[in-house]
T-cell receptor, first 114, second 112 residues
Framework: GAGVSQSPRYKVAKRGQDVALRCDPI?????LFWYQQALGQGPEFLTY????????KSGLPSDRFFAERPEGSVSTLKIQRTQQEDSAVYLCASSLAGQVAEAFFGQGTRLTVV | AQSVTQLGSHVSVSEGALVLLRCNYS??????LFWYVQYPNQGLQLLLKYTTGATLVKGINGFEAEFKKSETSFHLTKPSAHMSDAAEYFCAVRGRDDKIIFGKGTRLHILP
């Protein structure tokens, strides 16, 4: 596709429910990032993939958060037993390999836990 | 580990006035630096980036930024603000570990 696509755009979950957020990166982009953005804050790093390998998951806030990218393309961020503090916008970005490459962002998924 | 500090969570300038948004970084050398803009309910859009070479970088919409190694700064400027520049601006750094780390952002308000 032309850009990074995230689905759903909006998700309302009841506390305790599991959710899965999907990211379709730009074709050919080997690097994929997930960020959490709380209202009025900057994107906070969650995890990073290069192809199918998860190279860094240091930003995942708890073991309820899990991300995968099994074929090195589409990625899913899963949150188990959602809590109210998980309410945020979840941003996905992809880039070409290498430090000089900029990241291209999707429009995000706004998760509201009620 | 790299980090980014943006001074001023809110900046207000009059339409037509100079825009200056400040960013200081901490990173292993060489740092790769970026400015992104975010309009309401939208994703982040790249304004400009510094990798190597010329320290004054020009971006879209008339913005530019200057990399100053001695000051560990990468401030964003625009000579004349326009109402359409009102948005949230984020400075980011990408280090040797390939992670992209963002600052907390500066919301730019344009006064008529």
């Amino acid at each position: 596709g032309a850009g990074v696509s995230q689905s759903p755009r909006y998700k309302v979950a009841k506390r305790g429910q599991d959710v899965a957020l999907r990211c379709d990166p730009i074709s050919g982009h080997v690097s994929l990032f997930w960020y959490q953005q709380a209202l009025g804050q900057g994107p906070e790093f969650l995890t990073y993939f290069q192809n199918e390998a998860q190279l860094d998951k240091s930003g995942l806030p708890s073991d309820r958060f899990f991300a995968e990218r099994p074929e090195g393309s589409v990625s899913t961020l899963k949150i188990q037993r959602t809590q109210q503090e998980d309410s945020a916008v979840y941003l996905c970005a992809s880039s070409l390999a290498g430090q000089v490459a900029e990241a291209f962002f999707g429009q995000g998924t706004r998760l509201t836990v009620v | 580990a790299q980090s980014v500090t943006q001074l001023g969570s809110h900046v207000s300038v009059s339409e037509g006035a100079l825009v200056l948004l400040r960013c200081n970084y901490s990173s292993s050398v060489p740092p790769y630096l970026f400015w992104y803009v975010q309009y309401p309910n939208q994703g982040l859009q790249l304004l400009l980036k510094y990798t190597t070479g010329a320290t004054l970088v020009k971006g879209i919409n008339g913005f530019e930024a200057e990399f100053k190694k001695s000051e560990t700064s990468f401030h964003l400027t625009k000579p004349s603000a326009h109402m359409s520049d009102a948005a949230e601006y984020f400075c980011a750094v990408r280090g040797r570990d390939d992670k992209i780390i963002f600052g907390k952002g500066t919301r730019l308000h344009i006064l008529p």
